[in-house]
């Protein structure tokens, strides 16, 4: 469980679902039965772990400092998951508590600037677009910005290759 717990840290994680040993032995009991399929590969162990915990919180979000207020919202709303979809899964983003900060000051934060530089033409319609879009904008904005920081940060990567190499080790170590 520490190899794990320690894997996710290092990674800027954190599962919805805190981790203990009654959901690692459901993980562990779902892991061996798949892996006796001839179709099982290593970036289900991620999707496993992912939908067993309730996804994950990303913990850097690589804002400027000033920040400091959006960072740790966008730390307790938004939710990635690894999915088992296609021949190598992929990953999503969920939004959960979407505060009325973000929404309020968004026109102020760092996200703007990002929406600026990869929607400009969205952006000059800003003043004359109705809440609901507004909010929708925000959503969207969000979630490209998070997939773009998965992607940066490898995160799928990492969870589609290492991760499965710690489970693994972790799995040998209780001999499960």
């Known amino acids: 469980m520490e190899l794990i717990k320690e894997y996710f840290s290092n990674l800027g994680i954190t599962p919805v679902r805190e ?6 032995s459901s993980i562990y009991t779902a892991i061996n039965s798949y ?14 772990f992912s939908e067993r915990l309730g996804g994950f919180y990303i913990n850097n979000w ?8 959006l960072r740790n919202e966008l730390r307790k709303t938004i939710i990635m998951y690894y999915k088992k979809s296609g021949p190598e899964g992929s990953i999503d983003f969920y939004f959960e508590n ?8 968004f026109r102020n934060t760092y996200l703007f600037s990002y929406l600026e530089r990869t929607n400009a033409p969205v952006v000059l319609k800003w003043y ?5 879009e507004r909010k929708e904008l925000i959503r969207q904005t969000i979630y490209h910005y998070a997939l773009d920081l998965s992607y940066k940060q490898k995160l799928f990567n ?3 290759t290492e991760f499965a190499k710690v489970v693994k080790e972790e799995m040998e170590i209780h001999r499960i």
Do not use: H, M
Not at 39 to 45: G, H, L, S
């Open 19 to 24: 981790i203990n040993s009654r959901s690692l």
């Open 35 to 48: 892996a006796g399929t001839t179709n099982f590969k290593n970036e289900y162990i991620a999707a496993l």
């Open 62 to 69: 690589e804002l400027p400092q000033e920040e400091e207020e």
């Open 98 to 105: 979407f505060s009325k900060e973000i929404i309020s000051d």
């Open 128 to 132: 004359f677009i109705s809440e609901v």
């Open 158 to 160: 990492k969870l589609s």
